[in-house]
């Protein structure tokens, strides 16, 4: 019998041992990259740990490029899109799950549309914003980012909607509770938590995104933070400290508000498929 | 009845303002693209007259051999991922599946690398996949291997060797290393996310399922094949068309590895390279069209999952 307890302990430290070695898998480029960020180019370059720590790299970042006004573009983008969002999607997200306004047809255009690859709305987005003279400005990214947003805001507060109980709802009608109220008063209050999260990684997303921050934006003026990192990394020579400076500072607000919202993170991804 | 019109008005009332955007800039967009892609639209007349040119447009698309490679490049990188993912993501749910306040915070950290900006993935990368003094290559050689020339569309050594088949791998399957340094990364960046899925599904199946099977004297290896295999069947399914539809998004980690480099396209990256670089909207908008209504069926399908609600709650 006590063979066997050893054998179980023996189990169970190799799969402890096994799963830490996998994590450092996934980890340790994320401190590298954080870590790296302190180091001279030139130890970054040949991959070498010193202690010789420095601001340096971040000095530069912010002395060479138009880092804060990148940054100010991209919260004002992120919060902006998922406010306008939020405020058109959630109402059609409460007429979804209430009366199943729309029907399947609906919800397949919603889905199909957070599901299409964006590099297929490069060139009528480029064209029709040239027409109408809104290529390289805020605005203009603003409603790219609305388009896959909306989407996404919509089919997710619709499910967190559903969850609020009916009877509480119609308990305030026969009370004489009007639709405005009962919205604001009562379903919007009791799915707070899941509406916020949804928020949340649509500000994530936002984030995140590239392919039109560095496709509509031809001048410094409307570009986003993603693109700061990139600056460094020409056919001539990559800068690694600055670089890795560049990408912790876009990466670092991700990790906070990941963090927030881990609980969601799956649902989010994948549309509600899964919790 | 009075309270069916008021419901009937309310209910129209609170969409209205969403289908309206969402036509704006998703149907219109969407006719705008068709209209374009039967124009002779390119970087001199894209403020003047677009002469009709019919389906030109199309035919031109299937004959553009980049087009065909990176159509390749694409198909393949999406379904050696997927397979890859699954299998690796499928271990180690194995591996996490136990009750361990160690393994609940590891678990917590596995949700960094799907939310993280893709293009500082892609450059994190590149320094690490260096061939002098990258991170990998220095473990590499530090264990008596030699350094891998991960980022150069130099052919893979152990492909090539295969006799007969290996010579076609490298020529027609981009058996080469920075495709290869591509699939690394998506598997770096996406196998939590899956493997996250299966644990939960793994956890929702219940255990008198599983002792049961031990009863009936199943050994482990039996246990996962014949019981928690087939129970774990459509989350697998969904998993597959969910990667699917994010794999054909895949550009920014492509971008910032390699540029617009021919070699090392994707679709994405073609699309976005007729469209900004060579400035031929109208071919450009055909491309988008063929790729839109490949990855609309694959969505299609991916619906008629997801409208029976979550898979398991």
């Known amino acids: 019998m006590s063979k066997y307890r050893l054998l179980g302990y023996l189990k169970k430290i190799l799969i402890i041992l ?41 000095r530069e970042v912010f002395e060479r490029t138009q880092v804060l006004k990148f940054l100010k573009n991209s919260v004002i983008v992120g919060f902006t899109a998922t406010f306008l969002s939020a405020l058109i999607g959630i109402p059609a997200a409460y007429s979804m799950a209430r009366w199943n306004t729309g029907g399947s047809g609906l919800a397949f255009w919603i889905l199909s549309s957070r599901m299409m690859p964006p590099a297929v709305s490069i060139i009528p987005f480029f064209l029709l914003f040239s027409k109408i003279g809104i290529v390289d400005t805020i605005f203009g990214l603003i409603i790219v980012h609305l388009t896959f947003g909306l989407a996404f805001v919509i089919w997710m507060s619709r499910v967190f909607i559903y969850e609020v109980p009916v009877e509480i709802e119609e308990a305030a009608r026969v009370d004489g509770a009007n639709l405005w109220t009962i919205i604001s008063k009562i379903t919007l209050p009791l799915a707070r938590p899941g509406l916020i999260a ?21 001048t410094e003026k409307s570009r986003t933070l993603p693109i700061v990192a990139g600056i460094f990394v020409t056919s001539y020579q990559i800068k690694w400290g600055p670089m890795f400076a560049a990408a912790c500072i876009i990466m670092i607000p991700i990790l906070v508000l990941a963090l927030l919202v881990q609980r969601h993170i799956i649902g989010g991804l994948t549309m509600g498929a899964f919790k | 009845m009075k309270n069916k019109i008021s419901i009937f008005l309310d209910k129209y009332k609170l969409i209205m303002p969403a289908v309206i955007v969402l036509l704006v800039v998703t149907v219109f967009p969407f006719i705008y693209t068709l209209n374009v892609s039967l124009h002779k639209v390119v970087g001199r007349n894209i403020r003047t007259k677009w002469p009709w040119v019919g389906l030109k447009n199309f035919i031109m698309v299937m004959k553009d051999k980049v087009m065909w490679n990176s159509l390749l490049r694409t198909i393949e990188f ?19 599946d136990q009750e361990s306040k160690l393994l609940r915070f590891m678990r917590t950290f596995l949700i960094i690398p799907m939310v993280i900006t893709p293009v500082v993935v892609g450059l994190m ?14 473990v590499i050689s530090s264990i008596g291997f030699t350094p891998v020339p991960w980022l150069t569309s130099q052919p893979i050594e152990i492909i090539r060797n295969i006799p007969v088949i290996g010579q076609f791998f490298v020529n027609h399957l981009n058996a080469k290393f920075s495709f290869l340094s591509l699939i ?20 929702s199946i219940s255990q008198e399922v599983k002792e049961a099977a031990e009863v009936d004297g199943a050994n482990y290896w039996q246990k996962i094949y014949y019981v928690v295999l087939p129970l774990l069947k459509p989350t697998i399914i969904v998993i597959f068309l969910l990667r ?10 492509v971008y910032a590895l390699f ?43 991916f619906v008629k999952f997801i409208n029976k609600g979550p898979i398991n709650e």
């Open chain 2, 125 to 138: 990368w590149k320094a690490m996949l260096k061939l002098k003094g990258g991170l990998v290559n220095n």
């Open chain 1, 198 to 218: 949804t928020m949340i990684l649509n500000l994530i997303f936002s984030w995140n995104e590239y392919l039109f921050a560095f496709s509509l934006s031809l």
């Open chain 2, 244 to 253: 699917t539809i994010d794999a054909v998004k895949v550009f920014d980690t």
């Open chain 2, 78 to 96: 999406i379904l050696i991922v997927i397979v890859a993912e699954l299998l690796i993501g499928f271990l180690l749910a194995l591996i996490f």
């Open chain 1, 18 to 58: 096994l799963s830490i070695l996998i994590f450092l898998i996934w980890i340790v480029p994320i401190i590298w990259l954080i870590y790296g960020s302190f180091l001279p180019s030139d130890s970054i370059a040949r991959s070498d740990f010193g202690f010789a720590l420095t601001l340096d790299n971040y």
């Open chain 2, 184 to 203: 690394i990364i998506d598997i770096w960046q996406w196998t939590p996310f899956v493997m996250l899925i299966l644990l939960s599904s793994l956890q």
């Open chain 2, 259 to 301: 540029g617009s480099a021919a070699e090392q396209r994707l679709l994405n990256v073609h699309v976005m390279n007729i469209a900004l670089r060579i400035r031929n909207y109208g071919q450009g908008a055909a491309l988008s069209i063929i790729i839109l209504f490949c990855t609309s069926m694959i969505s299609q399908w």
